[in-house]
T-cell receptor, first 112, second 112 residues
Framework: GDSVTQMEGPVTLSEEAFLTINCTYT??????LFWYVQYPGEGLQLLLK?????DKGSNKGFEATYRKETTSFHLEKGSVQVSDSAVYFCALTHNAGNMLTFGGGTRLMVKP | EAQVTQNPRYLITVTGKKLTVTCSQNMNHEYMSWYRQDPGLGLRQIYYSMNVEVTDKGDVPEGYKVSRKEKRNFPLILESPSPNQTSLYFC???????????FGAGTRLSVL
């Protein structure tokens, strides 16, 4: 079956540092890939997505590129802020019924 | 305002006492789903529904029931809760094929 693996957290960075959160997946065919973010006390919300190989999703300064050859979808941001502190989830779907397969989540803590 | 509303937000109960967590959406979405979130495991799907009167098991359906009598509501029922169902629960909605899911704020359940 499908699976998503994320780097374990927590990731602790100082403000304005560069962020990378690794995500790799195992799936047949060409799934769509997502990053969701969960701020403290809230539900998940979509951060960005990519639906085919070499697509780059971007939003709020975050970027991720769909790499079919390495089955990866790493999340990056050039300069993190304290307000980026949250849990980040990588996920995939095969479009069949909207069912998402999530990674375990990575907690990011940004210190001033 | 588009909303996915879960109630209650917090619940402490005892083993064996039946409970229902409600989920309601105002976006006219066909698809609704329940997930549980546990540390290190990410989100795992419990049940989902593609439309009224159509429900299917997700990855971890044991101990749970759902119903979809109306498009806007998708309650999660625990007939006889046990301590291993202590978790954070999320309801999500979407349109089939759109690949984006919209999450409620979550329900934190403790079963003593």
């Amino acid at each position: 079956g499908d699976s998503v693996t994320q780097m374990e957290g927590p990731v602790t960075l100082s403000e304005e540092a560069f962020l990378t959160i690794n995500c790799t997946y195992t799936a047949t065919g060409y799934p769509s890939l997502f990053w969701y973010v969960q701020y403290p006390g809230e539900g998940l919300q979509l951060l960005l997505k990519a639906t085919k190989a070499d697509d780059k999703g971007s939003n709020k300064g975050f970027e991720a590129t769909y790499r079919k050859e390495t089955t990866s979808f790493h999340l990056e941001k050039g300069s993190v802020q304290v307000s980026d502190s949250a849990v980040y989830f990588c996920a995939l779907t095969h479009n069949a019924g909207n069912m998402l397969t999530f990674g375990g989540g990575t907690r990011l803590m940004v210190k001033p | 305002e588009a909303q996915v509303t879960q109630n209650p937000r917090y619940l402490i109960t005892v083993t064996g006492k039946k409970l229902t967590v409600t989920c309601s959406q105002n976006m006219n979405h066909e698809y609704m789903s329940w997930y549980r979130q546990d540390p290190g495991l990410g989100l795992r799907q419990i049940y989902y529904s593609m439309n009224v009167e159509v429900t299917d098991k997700g990855d971890v359906p044991e101990g749970y029931k759902v119903s979809r009598k109306e498009k806007r509501n998708f309650p999660l029922i625990l007939e006889s809760p046990s301590p291993n169902q202590t978790s954070l629960y999320f309801c999500a909605t979407g349109r089939p094929g759109e690949n984006i899911q919209y999450f409620g704020a979550g329900t934190r359940l403790s079963v003593l």
